[in-house]
């Protein structure tokens, strides 16, 4: 049972340039998050799925896209890379119940240069 | 506005002593409160939670406290292991946000041998 797999775990952008982060869960979760975590600080919400075609912003959702076409899959997408999206990513599901802990992936360390 | 609040950035105990890990939170719609633990290069994971209709729950050697009118919880963990040296988000969610979990910026644990 692999849980949530992100790829690339590490990669290096220039200034403009474009790429999607991946994530994929096995566990048959409805809900797909994508959060950032900046250094010293917490995880801040960027975009959540709460199944297949659906999608909404969480706080932080300026420059980047998702799509969830599939209940595994839940692509982030960057367009125009700029040094403020230099973070650690983490890809997360959960059951929808209030008491389901997310479960988390382990991160794709992104710097744009 | 940071709703979740972990004012202690790094706490450092002995092996064998208890740790407390403290969080405040200021959204009163918060009724599930979860504390994740966080090694380096890795994802969040899952520790223990409570729930807004209780004021303690217990899990091995750790046990979380939740007092609702002062919008306050803590984490204790006994005996402290030097392998619980990570680092301890607080995160908390109300039911009518899609589950969405909104988090503290962490506590660095260090249990010195």
């Known amino acids: 049972n692999a849980g949530v797999t992100q790829t690339p775990k590490f990669r290096i952008l220039k200034i403009g340039q474009s790429m999607t982060l991946q994530c994929t869960q096995d566990?048959?979760?409805?809900?797909m998050y994508w959060y950032r975590q900046d250094p010293g600080m917490g995880l801040k919400l960027i975009y959540y799925s709460v199944g297949a075609g659906i999608t909404d912003k969480g706080e932080v959702p300026n420059g980047y896209n998702v799509s969830r076409s599939t209940t595994e899959d839940f692509p982030l997408r960057l367009e125009l890379a700029a040094p403020s999206q230099t973070s650690v990513y983490f890809c997360?599901?959960?059951?929808?119940?209030?008491?389901?802990?997310?479960?988390f992936g382990n991160g794709t360390r992104l710097t744009v240069t | 506005d940071q709703q979740v609040k972990q004012n202690s950035p790094s706490l450092s105990v002995q092996e064998g002593r208890i740790s407390i890990l403290n969080c405040d939170y200021t959204n009163s719609m918060f009724d599930y409160f979860l504390w994740y633990k966080k090694y380096p290069a890795e994802g969040p994971t899952f520790l223990i939670s409570i729930s807004s209709i209780k004021d303690k729950n217990e899990d091995g050697r750790f046990t979380v406290f939740l007092n609702k009118s002062a919008k306050h919880l803590s984490l204790h963990i006994v005996p402290s292991q030097p392998g619980d040296s990570a680092v301890y988000f607080c995160?908390?969610?109300?039911?009518?946000?899609?589950?969405?979990?909104?988090f503290g910026k962490g506590t660095l644990l260090t249990v010195n041998p």
């Open positions: 566990m048959n979760h409805n809900y």
């Open positions: 997360a599901s959960s059951y929808m119940e209030l008491e389901a802990p997310l479960h």
């Open positions: 995160a908390a969610r109300s039911g009518g946000s899609n589950y969405k979990l909104t």
